[in-house]
Every structure is written in C-alpha cells, then in structure tokens.
C-alpha cells in the first residue's frame, strides 16, 4: 500500500491524501479547500495533485470546506465515481458546498472589478468552480451511516466510526486485503472532544495497524467545557447589566449550535438574564434545519431532550434571522441583545456590519470562541487592537473584548496522546502520521509520542509518498 500526502501535511488546511492500494485500487481521503492568502489558495487548490480519472473512491471525512470544499474542482475535472460520507455529512454539504460557490463567485467579482478599475496588476480570476459543479458532486455522494462496512474496491472496505467533531464527522476505517491478511488504516480526520454538547465522544477502532491522526492542537491544553459555560453566563450578565450588546462572530457549523444549546442550559439554570438572542446568519439557519433531520447523530442528553419535545436548538427570547432587512434591522433596536453571526474569523459576512455597529461603543462587548487565523480581522480584534479597519474604514476598538478558548471542537493534547496510547492498546499499530497541524504542534506531538515508545512517528510533508 502507498500513502501520499497531498494537503494539510504541516499545515491545517486543504486536507488530501491518497491511498493506492497493493492491487492498485485508488483512494481520496477528504479533498479539502486550501484556505490562506488569495494567490497561493488560487494556486494551490488549482493544482489537485492527483488525475481525478484515475480514482475509484473519495472518502469524506466531514463537511467542513478544508476537507470537503475540493470536491467540486474534482467532478469538474472529470471526476465520475462516489463519493463516500456518512447521511448528515452529505446534508450539510448541500448547504457548505453551495455557500462556498457563492463565496468562489464573490471573490472572482471583486478581484475582477479591481483589476479593471484601479488598475491592479493581476490576472483575471475565475472561480474555481460554481453551483453546477456542486449539484453534480451533491449527485455523486454515497451515505453511508456509521459502523456499516461497505466495499469500496476490489480490495479494500471503508467503515465510518464517529469522530465527535461536527455533525455527520466521521473516523475512516480502511481494510484492505493483502494476500490473505488484512491490513487496517484508520484516519482520524478532524477529531472531536469528549463531553461537549450535542455530540457523541470520539469512538476508538480497534486492529489498527496504520493511524492518520491531525494534530492541530498537539501543543496545548484547552480548559473544560464546562468552565465556557460559567464564563459564558459572566460575560453576558456584565454587559446586560450595562445595557450593551454582545457580537458572537461563530462558524456556521456546530459553534454557533452548540453556542444555542451552552445559551439554553443556562437559562435553564437561571444563569442567565433575560436577553434577546439572535442567530443571524442563513447559512447557520440552513445548517441548523440540518441539524434537527440527524438526532442519530447525538449524544444521550440530546436525545433526551428532544424525547421530551423540548429542541435543543429552540428557547424563549431566540430568533433565526434570515432576511437582509432583519439583520440591518437587529443593530438600530436599542437596549441589550446577544447577536451570533457568520463568518467566524469575520473575514466576511453579516457579522462585519454588527461589528461596524458596535465596536465603537464600551457598553459592547465582541465575544470570541474559535479559532481567529493570522492576518484576519477577528484575530486583530482577538488582540485588541486598539484600531481596526471595517470595510475599508479605520475604526476605534472601544467595546471590550472576550476570548473563550475552550470552545474548540479539536482534542486537544491530552486527548490526542490518549488516542493514540488507546489505538495501540486496541491492535498491533505500527506506523502513526501526523497530520493537519502547524509544525510547533506536531513537534511537540511527536515528541510526546517518541517518549512513550512508539517507534515509527512521522510527520509527512506535502509530495511525500511512502510505502507500507
Ligand atoms: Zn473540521
């Protein structure tokens, strides 16, 4: 069996490997977008490293776009064979897939209106790919619900485990025979936490002989959930008491969900004032709709709730907000309200005009909970810079800022180690790779992992091919 690594390999973006098998069935593992600065996304996600026709299989870990947000560019490229995720990761495609397309068009128009009215010296930009490259891909994927085994080449199986990440995510089981025996793969994709809300806790496989693991957190701790919850209810209850607003910029998929649901139980608890909530984002609208059609894929207490008629994703005092006017409409009302909007690192989105809205006001308060990338507005805000641009004008930064890290959905350190001491206990594991991490984390990661005994730890780069 060959592994090559093609994206995401000392890096978190762009997730792409591919297995060639001993009897030459060829397999994607994810085929995510790269996401960084505009030039070298363009060329990087031009360039797909593999010949789309040659594959027999893309197995989908999840339908965050840095492992899904490729697909597109691969049917369009010629592309005819199934694409392998688990129900829900399908569904939320659907809707991921076509807010990127749209996001593809958006950015083509305004390089474009650049180049041709200041005279920038760039080539003309073409989205890479648009909605009817989605809905062919949407027409190529295959469910396939967890703990099914399902042939997916002559020699080899898949079986989807849960990962506890997002919605639908999913750890890929990979068998293929050998002569006789069978050699086990097992890729984590993005993996989850346990205890958070809503989902259930990462599933271990067992007879693994291979394992793929990401390792964007393999330096550092995060705090437990259940302290986000009781800083969440201080930060709210200092700003209603001074009658600002809160600006939650959140992804559209499973923070702002799980945002409602940590937001629930504390009114539950009386820890909570009475405060307006706003969930202003349609991508976050449709994806929550989402997330009511897969209770398959939640926890005990989830479930629980539901059973009850009681949604997680429902309470007095929440609005889903879609329209244009709604949105504008939320910043003039007076008086406290909490308004989570996309997009997360507000590098676009509704979320710019609240913040264009409120920054300038020290009763506000602009609350972060994920991760805020370099040379992002959010990760300027996340500084607190004491000036920041918005829409291309200079904006005092007077509301106070919240950082909650502990929001993550990626294990962290401890979690991961745990994985992979767990893995070993459960098989003969020979050979771990570490993916889908920046190298100060996979450092420390690895050397972690050296100092328990495990002999073949490796950190591929991208091109790097290896035969097992
Ligand atoms: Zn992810």
Do not use: W
Not at 90 to 116: G, K, P, S, T, W
Not at 223 to 252: C, N, Q, W
């Amino acid at each position: 069996m060959d592994l090559t690594f093609l994206g995401a390999a000392q890096t978190v973006t762009g997730s792409k490997h591919l297995v060639t098998t001993g009897d030459d069935t060829r397999l994607l593992l994810d085929c995510g977008l790269f996401q960084g600065h505009r030039n070298e996304s363009i060329a990087r996600n031009s360039t797909l490293g593999v010949d789309p026709a040659s594959l027999d299989g893309v197995i989908l870990s999840h339908a965050h776009i840095d492992h899904s947000g490729a697909l597109p560019i691969l049917v369009k490229r010629g592309y005819r064979g199934p694409i392998y995720a688990t129900p829900a990761t399908r569904d939320l495609c659907a809707a991921m897939l076509m807010d990127a397309a749209f996001l593809q068009a958006a950015d083509a128009r305004y390089v474009n209106h650049r180049i041709e009215r200041e005279g920038v010296a760039m080539d003309k930009v073409e989205p890479l790919f648009d909605e009817h490259d989605v809905l062919r891909t949407l027409e190529q994927i295959m469910s396939i619900p967890y703990r099914h085994r399902h042939r997916v080449g002559r020699d080899a199986t898949v079986t989807f485990l849960d990962a506890g990440h997002v919605l639908g995510s999913a750890i890929t089981v990979l068998d293929i025979d050998e002569a006789g025996d069978t050699r086990r793969l097992v890729y984590t994709g993005d993996l989850g936490r346990k205890r958070i809300p809503i989902l259930r806790d990462p599933e271990l496989a067992s007879g693994a002989h291979t394992l793929l693991i990401e390792s964007t957190y393999g330096d550092r701790t995060h705090p437990p959930y259940e302290d986000m919850e009781e800083a969440l209810a201080k930060v709210v209850t200092r700003v209603h008491a001074r009658g600002g607003k809160i600006v939650i910029p959140s992804f559209a998929l499973e923070r702002a969900q799980e945002l409602v649901f940590s937001l629930k139980q504390l009114r539950k608890k009386g820890r909570l004032p009475k405060i307006p909530v706003y969930v202003d984002s349609p991508l976050t609208v449709q994806i929550t709709d989402v997330f009511k059609l897969h209770p398959e894929c939640f926890d005990d207490e989830t479930r629980a709730l539901l059973q009850g008629h009681d949604s997680p994703f429902d309470f007095e005092g929440l609005r889903y907000v879609s329209s244009t006017e709604d949105s504008m409409a939320l910043d003039d009302a007076p008086g406290p309200a909490i308004v989570i909007s996309a997009s997360g690192m507000c590098e676009g989105g509704r979320v710019l005009h609240h913040l264009r809205r409120t920054i300038e006001d020290e009763r506000n308060c602009v609350l972060i909970v994920g991760f805020q990338a370099e040379h992002t507005l959010g990760r300027r805000i996340a500084e607190r810079r004491p000036k920041v641009k918005i829409f291309g004008v200079e904006r005092d930064l007077r509301a106070e800022v919240q950082v909650l890290e502990g929001f993550s959905a990626h294990a962290d350190r401890t979690e991961l180690v745990e994985y992979v001491e767990e893995t070993r206990r459960r098989g003969p594991l020979r050979d771990v790779f570490l993916v889908h991490g920046e190298p100060a984390a996979q450092r420390v990661f690895k050397g972690e992992l050296e100092s328990r005994g495990f002999p073949s730890v490796r950190v591929p780069a991208r091109g790097d091919e290896v035969r097992l």
